[in-house]
């Protein structure tokens, strides 16, 4: 098929079918392509030449903006200088320098495995939990525990441990010895909570049931994104991480904080665990790492994880585990560029100060047709809509389409649209993205 393009797009017919789009309705998006040609700062420039304002900073990764010339300049200088270099009993300097300024950033961790994405990054941490076990004299601790609704990568850990339904429906048992937590959506009393849910903290201690099912003596780890972000912004009730921390403390289970969404001033914090003040085991990383501009994860350690490994002879391999491209020079160039304009321009703090006029536009929507709850924290929200009957996903999926032909970027999960936009928005843009999607809903059937 042909589309109108751009001069950089080959529109032979049949250019868009080699591509086996991910997570896409691949026939609808073929018939009507939606094609980002170019980025710069808030906004993307579509292949028939429109400015869509970028409500989902792409995939709630890039939130210095797009088209940043300082990660550019360094990705450029870098692949000249050193391309590749194998992180297998080699190094190069970028490597140990990115990870020194990404443990600065949380005093609790001394250590950082890097991956090349958020799924390998959970992949990393579930290995690193039931090998530390093992190293400590705990090989019994083999059971894995995540959450219902929870989303954390594609790999088969990821999937194991995560628990959206139509991501693990199709792959079989998955991982054996995985058990899940109820989710904290839907707790009575919550509905259209500003922040933090005053309901709901209770559920946590379904770990202590858990926990006597199976022995505490068999449990290595308990996973959980303190924002889960994917299955339609589900935003902890207070007090319910400080829970799940004192029960993983009570019996020795691991925690892992996953922040591939949360990470890197999403909430006006640097990450998470210092917005809630809980402070897990390990924490995984991606996205907003680098910007989205390389892809790049890696997995934060404690202080006393990297060390119970350290016990084996020098020049034994302490933890068979890596990537070809674990700390790849060039991610790391764009990493080291993007925390430098995350600290010289203030975009945790900017993200803090916007969190206020955010949740009043998030919840201005309140009353709106369809519009059946409402959800938000820091720079992140979920609008839930009322799902047409025998036509799951249907209602927020017209919004996006609608969205998109108006200008805007956003981003849906079944009958919920998430927004996430850049680090760098302005009240304006606020005001743009909720103006838009207000008037968008109101045409819905």
């Not at 199709?170 to 839907?186: I, M, N, S």
């Amino acid at each position: 098929m042909s589309v109108t393009t751009t001069n950089d797009f080959d529109a032979s017919p049949n250019s868009l079918e080699a591509f086996w789009m991910p997570f896409s309705a691949n026939r609808q998006f073929k018939q009507a392509p939606r094609l980002l040609v170019s980025a710069k700062d808030m906004h993307y420039q579509t292949h028939d030449g429109r400015q869509i304002l970028d409500g989902t900073a792409g995939l709630w990764c890039v939130n210095a903006g797009h088209g940043r010339k300082e990660i550019t300049e360094a990705v450029a200088a870098q692949i000249g200088k050193l391309d590749y270099a194998p992180a297998f009993q080699m190094g190069h300097p970028l490597a140990f320098r990115f990870a020194s300024q990404l443990t600065a950033m949380l005093p609790d961790f001394d250590h950082v495995f890097f991956t090349n994405s958020g799924s390998e990054s959970v992949d990393t941490a579930l290995k690193i939990a039931l090998a530390y076990q093992r190293t400590i004299g705990q090989g019994s601790r083999t059971r894995l525990i995540g959450r219902e609704r929870g989303y954390h990568g594609v790999g088969f850990g990821g999937i194991s441990v995560g628990g959206i339904v139509s991501n693990r429906k199709f792959f079989g048992p998955l991982l054996a010895g995985v058990d899940h937590l109820p989710h904290t959506h839907g707790v009575p009393g919550n509905s259209f909570a500003k922040g933090q849910p005053a309901n709901g903290a209770e559920l946590a201690d379904n770990l202590e049931r858990i926990v006597a099912l199976h022995d505490p003596s068999t449990i290595a780890a308990v996973i959980v994104e303190p924002v889960a972000g994917s299955t339609g912004v589900l935003i902890p009730p207070k007090g319910y991480l400080q829970k799940l921390r004192q029960i993983c403390d009570k019996h020795g289970i691991l925690l892992i904080f996953d922040e591939v969404i949360t990470g890197f001033g999403r909430l006006g914090a640097s990450f998470a665990t210092e917005y809630f003040g809980v402070v897990p085991d390990m924490i995984t990383c991606a996205k907003g790492l680098t910007n989205g501009a390389v892809p790049m994860g890696c997995v934060f350690a404690r202080k006393g994880i990297y060390d119970a490994f350290m016990s084996a002879p020098e020049n034994t391999i302490e933890l068979f585990h890596g990537y070809t491209y674990s700390a790849h020079p060039v991610a790391c160039a764009a990493g080291l560029a993007t925390l430098e304009i995350y600290k010289r321009e203030g975009l945790f703090e900017n993200a803090a100060e916007l969190a206020p006029y955010w949740e009043d536009a998030v919840h201005s929507l309140k009353g709106t047709k369809n519009v059946i709850d409402l959800r938000n924290l820091g720079l992140v929200c979920g609008i839930e809509l009322e799902p047409i009957a025998g036509k799951p996903t249907a209602r927020a999926f017209d919004a996006f389409l609608q969205c998109y032909e108006k200008g805007l970027l956003i981003r849906t999960t079944a009958d919920i649209i998430a927004l996430s936009p850049p680090l760098i928005a302005k009240k304006t843009h606020i005001d743009q993205i909720f103006d838009t999607l207000g008037g968008v809903l109101k045409t819905l059937n």
